[in-house]
């Protein structure tokens, strides 16, 4: 297991920011900057330990290394962004920072002109992020950046699969649903499903479409936003017979990811379930639902499993990253902000901490858990990442996939309806 390696949060900090941050401007097209002090808001996703904590020393730091600024945070439930981003932006008094995840989601909001062009006040270190920043691009221009990194997989626990005497993580679906029998046979929910807030639901057809579509195809698709090729029809029938074997537990579309022990991202934490399919952020949740403080040395991670016949690279991973957005108010002080997120000193404690997968190479040494070791290397040397398509597709087109994909679970609809969806939907939107 690695080391908690632990920095001198505020020295540290206020050193790498000096040093780094001084920089960075609006460009010659962006808005007057505030004269004097500068007070933003910043809307992210950190309700929960560790990154509710995370975030507010990262804000005392911050604040203590540039006293002309003060930041209020104000964190949100994930699943409230999709509506409350755009009814902000079309109001007059939008957050200053929010959480946003690139795409076409963000290619939306920006149509409102009220998202920054952040691309001459990032331009001195944003290489240092990599190539997903590319990721918070509209039309060549920098509308956000990213902070962390984010790979899907299934995280499992490896005392229940002993009790089932599941030996080995599923490589291929054979496996994988033989696994799930055994599970089944000895009294075990195989899979906790969070299928209240429907985007969960969406990982397993992401995964199927990632799996049937060579990477040609998915990028083709994703920038046409329309699906002609057969694949994604074959992977809503995988995932048909996926379905066919009942794998989750009792009332699961009533269930939610994230929230109380019930969750989906709970029945885990509590051995309720053996496995879910989610991100990295996975263990950092479950930790805040339960009493348990063994938990980390409980469970294990392993990658979608390889499906027969399709075209698909069956190391391909899903996933994106999190990152955040300006709004045009006070460009330079938001941009010189998220610097310092992707600072060593800030990555570190993200990854000490369990909080997700930090941009930041060198902070890698400090990630938590053997685990997240592993989603961190598996997802580096992935021969290809697919952004998450709610979020890759425009905000009404992913919407209007994670409906039909959720609808299909609870038993309505067909896979091709889940491709017609997406088409009606992209067709709308233009």
């Not at 505020?10 to 962006?30: E, H, K, N, Q, R």
């Not at 005392?60 to 006293?67: G, N, R, S």
């Not at 994106?320 to 997120?341: E, I, M, N």
Request: net charge negative.
């Amino acid at each position: 297991m690695f080391s908690n390696r632990r920095i001198p949060a505020a020295a540290a900090l206020a050193a790498a920011v000096s040093l780094a941050l001084t920089g960075c401007s609006g460009g010659a097209d962006s808005p007057a900057e505030p004269s004097g002090p500068v007070t933003l808001t910043w809307w992210h996703n950190g309700t929960t330990d560790p990154i509710k904590s995370i975030w507010a020393q990262v804000v005392a730091d911050y604040q203590k290394a540039h006293p002309e600024v003060t930041i209020k945070g104000q964190p949100l439930q994930n699943e409230e962004f999709t509506t409350k981003v755009p009814l902000a932006l079309q109001s007059n008094e939008p957050p200053d920072v929010y959480q946003s995840w690139g795409g076409g989601e963000l290619a939306s909001q920006a149509t409102s002109g009220k998202v920054a062009d952040l691309t001459d006040a990032t331009k001195g270190w944003l290489s240092s992020v990599g190539k997903l920043a590319e990721s918070w691009q509209v039309d060549g221009k920098q509308y956000g950046v990213p902070w962390e990194q984010h790979f899907v997989g299934f995280w499992y626990r490896k005392d229940l699969f002993a009790q089932a005497g599941v030996t080995a993580p599923p490589s291929t679906m054979d496996e994988f649903n033989a696994a799930v029998a055994k599970l089944k046979q000895a009294g075990i929910t195989p899979i906790a499903v969070g299928g209240k807030d429907r985007w969960p639901d969406a990982f397993y057809w992401n995964y199927f479409a990632l799996r049937a579509c060579s990477a040609d195809t998915l990028k083709q698709s994703v920038k046409a936003v329309k699906l002609e090729d057969p694949c994604w029809t074959k992977a809503g029938r995988d995932l048909q017979a996926f379905l066919a074997t009942q794998p989750f537990q009792p009332g699961f579309t009533g269930t939610p990811a994230q929230q109380g022990a019930g969750s989906s991202a709970g029945l885990v934490a509590n051995g309720k379930a053996a496995m879910e399919l989610q991100g990295d952020w996975e263990p950092g949740t479950m930790s805040s639902l339960t009493e348990d403080k063994d938990l980390d040395s409980k469970v294990g991670w392993f990658p979608f499993p390889s499906v027969p016949g399709g075209a698909g690279d069956p190391a391909a991973v899903l996933g994106g990253g999190d990152g955040f957005s300006c709004t045009t108010r006070a460009v330079k002080a938001c941009a010189d902000f998220l610097q310092s997120l992707g600072s060593e000193p800030v990555q570190n404690q993200l990854a000490a901490k369990g909080a997700g997968l930090p941009m930041n190479a060198s902070a890698a040494k400090s990630l938590k858990t053997e685990s997240l070791k592993t989603v961190f290397d598996y997802g580096q040397k992935a021969p290809y990442l697919q952004m998450y398509f709610d979020k890759a597709f425009p905000t009404a087109v992913g919407a209007a996939l994670n409906d039909a994909v959720a609808d299909f679970f609870a038993g309505q609809g067909t896979p091709e309806g889940i491709v017609e969806a997406v088409n009606k939907a992209a067709a709308g939107d233009k």
